[in-house]
């Protein structure tokens, strides 16, 4: 099944075979589209050789870097060369389910024709709060401030896993931050989609579409840090509390598009010196989180939790 007006794009970073095996499935599956461009964020030379020979197989477009410069810039120079008005962007770490090019179609109909929708998401580690059935399997996610709408997971409407967008993008919402950290850029591009009310459509059995792969020979290249993974009832619950006043705050007063390709996340955040005196308060309470986290982590096991 081809695709009309659609790119794939895939972000790589010293997994080449994890790349290989996503374009042979989407082969396998059928599914052709009108351009490919793989994006790499600078990797080591065995796996840009290896990239170099899948140009006999497969017929993409390869978007180099000397240097890694981070998840956010990878995003941006890759999307930077998409020319056809929709972009399916999926992380090469993952691989289409047989189910994918049925689903795929229609959502890819739907943003044809809603244009006040803005992306379709089809993976996801958990089932988003809040959704409104349309069909087909698929939800309109639903975002509100209202007590009602309760928890902090209603904030994760966005995410970098596969989803369908329009190459416009970066207009509405601005481009991704570069030179943070990986869970950073994803986390201020959540709340530039929020603020600038982004709307969206989920997959209900949100891990039917794509699977994700890390094998042993060319794992995750992201380390979540004690604060994202402990299971520590403590420490669960001071996340919770700490997530779901920082959200709040940040999705009524810290600005998170960046528009320009040149802004860096020091430069966008100077704009807003006004704001020093509460992102102070804020990167107090932070730090002093952080140093709990620490001493618990030290903490001898008897004593924890």
Same mark, same amino acid.
């Given at each position: 099944m081809h695709f009309k007006g659609v790119t794939l794009l895939v972000t790589h970073y010293n997994r080449s075979s994890s790349l290989e095996r996503l374009l042979f499935a989407f082969a396998t599956l059928g599914c052709s589209f009108d351009d490919i461009v793989v994006s790499d964020d600078g990797s080591r030379p065995e796996h840009l050789e290896h990239i170099k020979r899948l140009t006999s197989h497969y017929k993409f477009r390869f978007i180099g870097t000397p240097v890694n410069k981070g998840l956010g810039n990878n995003i941006n120079k890759g999307q930077d060369a998409v020319s056809t008005p929709f972009t399916l962007y999926v992380q090469e770490d993952f691989v289409p389910k047989p189910l994918f090019a049925e689903k795929f179609a229609y959502a890819l109909k739907c943003m044809q024709q809603q244009s006040s929708l803005d992306m379709v998401?089809? #993976?996801? #580690? *958990?089932?988003?709060?809040?959704? %409104? &059935?349309? $069909?087909?399997? *698929?939800?309109?996610?639903? *975002?509100?401030?209202? &007590?009602?709408?309760?928890? #902090?997971?209603?904030?994760? #409407?966005?995410s970098d896993h596969p989803h369908l967008r329009r190459t416009s993008f970066f207009q509405k919402f601005g481009r991704y931050h570069e030179g943070i950290k990986v869970e950073k850029t994803e986390y201020k591009m959540m709340f530039a989609f929020l603020q600038n009310k982004g709307k969206a459509l989920f997959y209900d059995e949100y891990q039917d579409l794509f699977e994700q792969k890390n094998s042993a020979e060319e794992p995750s290249t992201v380390r979540r840090n004690l604060w994202r993974e402990s299971g520590n009832f403590l420490v669960s619950g001071l996340r919770e509390v700490y997530r779901y006043v920082r959200f709040?705050?940040?999705?009524?007063?810290?600005?998170?598009?960046?528009?320009?390709?040149?802004?860096?996340? *020091?430069?966008?955040? %100077?704009?807003?010196?006004?704001?020093? $005196?509460?992102?102070?308060t804020r990167y107090e309470l932070t730090n002093k989180l952080e140093e709990i986290l620490l001493s618990i982590k030290e903490m001898p096991q008897q004593f924890r939790f």
């Open positions: 998401r089809f #993976y996801a #580690y *958990f089932r988003y709060p809040f959704l %409104q &059935p349309v $069909e087909n399997g *698929f939800s309109e996610m639903i *975002f509100s401030t209202l &007590p009602w709408y309760f928890g #902090y997971r209603k904030f994760y #409407y966005y709040h705050y940040d999705l009524f007063f810290t600005p998170s598009s960046c528009r320009y390709p040149e802004e860096t996340s *020091f430069m966008f955040e %100077q704009k807003f010196k006004h704001l020093d $005196e509460v992102h102070l």
